[in-house]
């Protein structure tokens, strides 16, 4: 089978995670600079098989759409044209970096590594393809 990737997009930082090849665990796969995205998007396409590819979409309580949006649609658009065979669906992301912190927090984990913004996008990216599992 073949795994499904999510994205929690941010303007500075992404946070990935992957499925297993059952597709039934969402693991957290990596933290990197946005700007790194599509490279490491290659990369990983060319070493494992995607089927779909997750993106969180940033709606804020009073239901509107984050000013991030505007840049995640873009990025979609460049994701859509190197990989036109993966379909990119959406899933909402609302209080998913709230709920990442606090998993760290009392992780155990030492304070060094609870403010790693990279663990923060990573943790935040598997709840959202956690998210998606669960409606799937």
Do not use: W
Request: hydrophobic share 40%.
């Amino acid at each position: 089978m073949s795994k499904i990737l999510a994205i929690d997009y941010g303007e500075k930082r992404t946070g990935l995670a992957e499925t297993d090849d059952m597709q039934i665990i969402a693991s957290g796969l990596t933290g990197i600079l946005t700007q790194d995205l599509l490279p490491f998007l290659e990369k990983y396409t060319k070493e494992n098989l995607v089927e779909k590819i997750i993106v969180g979409l940033p709606i804020r309580l009073n239901g509107e759409l984050s000013e991030v949006e505007n840049s995640i649609r873009k990025c979609i658009k460049k994701i859509n044209l190197l990989f036109p065979e993966i379909p990119v669906e959406r899933v909402d992301e609302r209080f998913t970096s709230k709920i990442a912190a606090q998993a760290i927090s009392i992780s155990g984990k030492s304070k060094k590594k609870r403010e790693s913004k990279h663990l923060l996008d990573k943790v935040s990216a598997t709840l959202i393809l956690q998210t998606y599992l669960e409606k799937k």
